[in-house]
């Protein structure tokens, strides 16, 4: 798994003061805003002076960019943080860590195929499963009975019905 998690990009400069606007890739941008430090792609830290929430954006004062042309430069740049600093509830994954798993059916062992994408539907997540054909799967617990992020796969147990045409 990665040490570090895109958690958005910076897509413009706000105000005079060397603030940035962060599109986040979150659930929510408020949960952005108990960081202390973020970091750039190459590892390197930096320290959040001030973190607010606009609209769906978060603005952010990063320690050493006091000034819009300071700013400038950091536009487009992707942000990361640390993996271990998200406390995430027992059975919650981050979705980059559920793409790519395998999907088995529980009782028979049968390989429906991969995780390619993730539908977030509102009421529940839904996996986009490539093999054979292109499967919905519900992220559900009725449905989904094993996640395994270490060894790569999920179970699942389809509802009757789920997978007819």
């Known amino acids: ?10 897509v413009a400069t706000h105000g005079l003061k060397g603030e940035v606007k ?9 949960m952005l805003l108990d960081f202390d430090t973020l970091y750039f792609e190459n590892g390197s830290p930096v ?15 990063l320690s050493g960019y006091e000034t819009v042309e300071d700013a400038e430069v950091l536009r487009n740049i992707i942000l990361y943080s ?15 860590d559920l793409m790519g798993l395998e999907v088995f059916d ?30 919905l799967i519900p992220a559900i617990a009725d449905v989904v009975i094993e996640t395994n992020i270490t060894e790569n796969y999920i179970k699942i147990r389809p509802l009757k019905g789920l997978f007819d045409i």
Do not use: H
């Not at 798994?1 to 910076?10: A, D, H, T």
């Not at 962060?22 to 408020?30: A, I, M, R, T």
């Not at 640390?82 to 980059?96: A, G, Q």
């Not at 529980?106 to 499967?135: F, H, P």
């Open 82 to 96: 640390k993996r271990e600093d998200f406390d995430l509830p027992k059975d919650t994954y981050f979705l980059v």
């Open 22 to 30: 962060l599109n986040p890739w979150c659930d929510s941008p408020n």
């Open 106 to 135: 529980v009782d028979s062992g049968v390989k429906y195929g991969v995780i390619t994408d993730i539908l977030q539907t509102g009421a529940n997540d839904v996996y986009v499963v490539k093999g054979d054909r292109e499967l």
């Open 47 to 61: 320290d959040i002076v001030n973190a607010r929430v606009q609209k769906s954006q978060v603005i952010l004062q």
């Open 1 to 10: 798994m990665k040490e570090y998690l895109e958690i958005g990009q910076i």
